[in-house]
């Protein structure tokens, strides 16, 4: 006999949808930016995709255990983070993947179910 069962989706927040410039996540609307981490999820009140500073991340990259990288969303397309950005978060050993903000946010889902320790900072879908 076959059986099917559904795998338990890793703890902590998940994104489940986008609303307006913002991220739903589950169930609730976040307007705005977002940081995740396995165990939380809290608003962003990010400058923009060229004003990214890695001091401003303290919060998000100090958590413990330490992420093994950062999954950036850069906003409604892809934008590169500047070289001194990736360099301050690299100079931490923690890797960077900057992808639009969608696929972050779809990302961040599939890459928690593999149990990945790691975080996420995606910025608003309306930066242009």
Do not use: K
């Not at 739903?24 to 809290?42: F, I, K, N, Q, S």
């Not at 890695?54 to 255990?65: G, K, N, S, V, Y």
């Not at 972050?104 to 910025?123: I, M, N, P, T, Y």
């Amino acid at each position: 006999m076959v059986s099917l069962q559904r795998e338990t989706p890793a703890p902590g927040p998940l994104v489940t949808g986008f609303a307006g410039n913002g991220f739903r996540v589950d169930g609730e609307v976040v307007d705005g930016g977002l940081w995740l981490t396995p165990d939380w999820a809290r608003p962003w009140d990010a400058a923009g995709p060229d004003a990214l500073d890695a001091a401003a991340l303290d919060p998000l990259l100090t958590i413990d255990p330490r992420p093994e990288f950062l999954l950036l969303g850069t906003g409604s397309r892809l934008r590169r983070p500047s070289a001194a950005f990736m360099a301050a978060i690299e100079g931490r050993d923690i890797g960077v993947e900057a992808m639009d903000s969608r696929a972050a946010a779809r990302s961040w889902g599939l890459l928690r179910g593999e149990g990945r320790w790691f975080v996420a900072a995606l910025l608003p879908l309306d930066e242009s």
